[in-house]
């Protein structure tokens, strides 16, 4: 007979703020710390939630695999948690880490590196401003 306490439940204050998809999920985006670098883009559920933030290590929901899987305990690419914010709508986590080798699957630093599309829009009189002001800065 297993006497082990069954896991802790995400803080019921914190579930009810998130707005989560159909299937119970919530977006989290994966962000280095100290230089803003957007890594990669996951999803977590309260209990992926509930890990990460208790464990202190990312922990995301595979909806292909349908299981949890904590960044980094095959690849040794890990995720340190430094911060975990919610969005404004509820419906997004950031989620601040200290990345340890390639945040992407593929390998790559990002899960967008090297990956842009072409904006094919006119800038605006303000982007064109905005564009020339950091230019002169850097």
Not at 10 to 21: C, F, H, S, V, Y
Not at 60 to 88: A, F, I, N, P
Not at 94 to 110: E, F, I, K, N
Request: aromatic content about 4%; hydrophobic content about 35%; some cysteine.
């Amino acid at each position: 007979m297993d006497n082990a306490a069954p896991p802790a439940a995400l803080d019921p204050a914190i579930a009810q703020r998130l707005k989560k998809t159909p299937d119970g999920l919530v977006a989290a985006i994966a962000q280095q710390h100290d230089t803003g670098e957007v890594l990669m883009l996951g999803w977590m559920d309260e209990e992926a939630l509930r890990r990460t933030l208790t464990s202190g290590r990312a922990t995301y929901y595979s909806r292909s695999r349908q299981e949890y899987w904590r960044k980094g305990d095959t690849s040794g690419h890990t995720q340190t948690v430094v911060s975990v914010s919610l969005d404004c709508d509820g419906d997004a986590l950031l989620v601040q880490v200290d990345q340890v080798g390639a945040a992407c699957h593929t390998g790559s630093r990002t899960c967008f590196a090297g990956r842009g599309l072409p904006v094919t829009a006119e800038p605006t009189q303000q982007t064109q401003q905005t564009q020339q002001e950091a230019a002169a800065d850097a």
